[in-house]
Structures are given as C-alpha cells and as structure tokens.
C-alpha cells in the first residue's frame, strides 16, 4: 500500500490518525525489514514488461496487453495488482475449494450451515445456533484448512500451515469462539 493510501487507510480502518511523513516511515520500515520484497518486486516488474504475465502457485495465470503496459500512468495499477496476485488468488482459491467440499462433501451439514458470502479470502457464514454450534464451527474450519481439493490445485510444496481464524457475529463485529462464549 502507498504512503498516502495507508493515512486514508489507517483512518477509515482503525480511526488512527497518521500523517503522511509517518506513513512514509512506517513503509520504509516495512521494506527495511523485508529487503527479499525489493527482489520480489523486480522479477513481477521484469515478468510483466517481457511476458506479460504471472502464475499463481494454483495454475491461475494473470495476463495482461502491452498495450496497458505501455501508458507509464497506469502502469503502477496493473504492476500493483501481479504483485498481489500470487498470494490474493491462492488465498480466494483456497477458500473457495473449501466451501465447494463443505457444499458438495459434506450433506450432513446441509441444514445446519449456509454459505453467505466470500469475500477476498473469508467466508461469510450463517450457522444454526443449537447444542451442535461449536462443533459445527469446529468442522467447517477443519474443513476450511485441510482442504483436499485446494491440496491437488497446488503445483509446488508449501511448507506453510493454512490456519482458519473463526469470527462469531455480525459482519465486521464479529468476535473470537472464545470471547463469544462469555
């Protein structure tokens, strides 16, 4: 995120104020602390002005016309958007081969459980709230961590652990399993 996003960004999010200056100093920090993204960076920028695209760790390729290229002003957009692409797309493919495999592997669940919504890579959804709730939480997280048909999508080894956080409310307010149980 650029300097001038994050001042907005800080604000609408979190309701911290921050100028500009500091927002530039909290970036430098970030990629002080990161150097290896200043190599990332290049080899995007470098595969996007020879090739034209990227592809992600799922086959899922983001191609782009020299054309949009060509026009140094919207250049940054589009570099912008195949820097984020490798981790945004597996991240949104992953969570929706998990709720494929809730929908279509697990009719037990047909009841109990709606999918509302995805958004990015979350998943809104609505639970019956009976002496069944939590574990039904429980098994959808398993589900949306260990997912077998984002596992055979996945064209390297990642030695990672895919980790489900669960939020209980409405959306944006919602709390931990934990703080819920109060």
Request: proline fraction near 4%.
């Amino acid at each position: 995120m650029q300097a001038f996003s994050f001042v907005e960004y800080a604000k609408s999010t979190y309701g911290i104020d921050i100028t500009l200056d500091e927002a530039m100093m909290i970036r430098q920090a970030f990629f002080d602390m990161y150097p290896e993204l200043e190599v990332y960076y290049a080899k995007v920028n470098n595969d996007m002005m020879n090739y034209s695209k990227q592809t992600s760790i799922m086959g899922r390729e983001y191609h782009l016309s020299a054309q949009k290229l060509i026009n140094p002003y919207k250049r940054a957009d589009y570099l912008r958007a195949a820097i984020n692409f490798p981790v945004q797309s597996p991240a949104s493919d992953y969570v929706l081969s998990g709720i494929v495999e809730l929908i279509l592997d697990h009719p037990e669940l047909k009841e109990r459980v709606r999918v509302g919504a995805t958004v990015h890579d979350s998943v809104i959804t609505l639970v019956k709230k009976d002496d069944r709730f939590y574990d039904t939480i429980e098994i959808i997280r398993n589900i949306m961590e260990k997912s077998i048909i984002a596992k055979q999508l996945i064209q390297v080894d990642i030695d990672i652990p895919i980790v489900v956080d669960s939020e209980i409310g409405p959306w944006g307010l919602g709390v931990s399993e934990e703080d819920y149980k109060i």
